[in-house]
C-alpha cells in the first residue's frame, strides 16, 4: 500500500533547480516530523532536512542556503525547493514522515524515492 507519494525529481543542470513534493495518500494519522533523505551513488543514506508540524526546520550543512523545506500541513504534504544545484547533490531522495501517538514515535513511512541527476 503505497502512503507517500514522491514526485517532481529529474535531470538538471549545474546551478539548476527543482522541487520535490511528497503527499501522504490519507491513510496515516498522527504525523508529526516530515523531511527527506537522500543516497548518493556509493554512499550512505543521509538526512538533508526535516520539518516538525509546527514549522521548525532543520537543514543539513551542505544544503543550507541552497535547499529550503516546507510543507501543508492541512494536505500532510512536504517539499524540498532545491536551487543552485551541484553534482554532489545526485541521488535517490526519499521523504519520510513519522507518525506519533502520545508523543511516542510510532511509526516511520517512505515514499518510493525519486532520481535527482544534476549536470556538471
Known amino acids: 500500500q503505497v502512503q507517500l507519494v514522491e514526485s517532481g525529481g529529474g535531470l538538471v543542470q549545474d546551478g539548476g533547480s527543482l522541487r520535490l513534493s511528497c503527499a501522504d495518500s490519507?491513510?496515516?494519522?498522527?504525523?508529526?516530523?516530515m523531511g527527506w533523505y537522500r543516497q548518493g551513488p556509493g554512499k550512505q543514506r543521509e538526512l538533508v532536512a526535516s520539518i516538525d508540524n509546527a514549522g521548525r526546520t532543520n537543514h543539513v550543512d551542505t544544503v543550507k542556503g541552497r535547499f529550503t523545506i516546507s510543507r501543508d500541513n492541512a494536505k500532510n504534504t512536504v517539499y524540498l525547493q532545491m536551487n543552485n544545484l551541484k553534482p554532489e547533490d545526485t541521488a535517490v531522495y526519499y521523504c519520510?514522515?513519522?507518525?506519533?501517538?502520545?508523543?511516542?514515535?510510532?511509526?516511520?513511512?517512505w515514499g518510493q524515492g525519486t532520481q535527482v541527476t544534476v549536470s556538471s
Open positions: 490519507g491513510s496515516i494519522s498522527g504525523i508529526n516530523v
Open positions: 519520510y514522515a513519522d507518525a506519533v501517538r502520545a508523543g511516542l514515535r510510532i511509526g516511520r513511512y
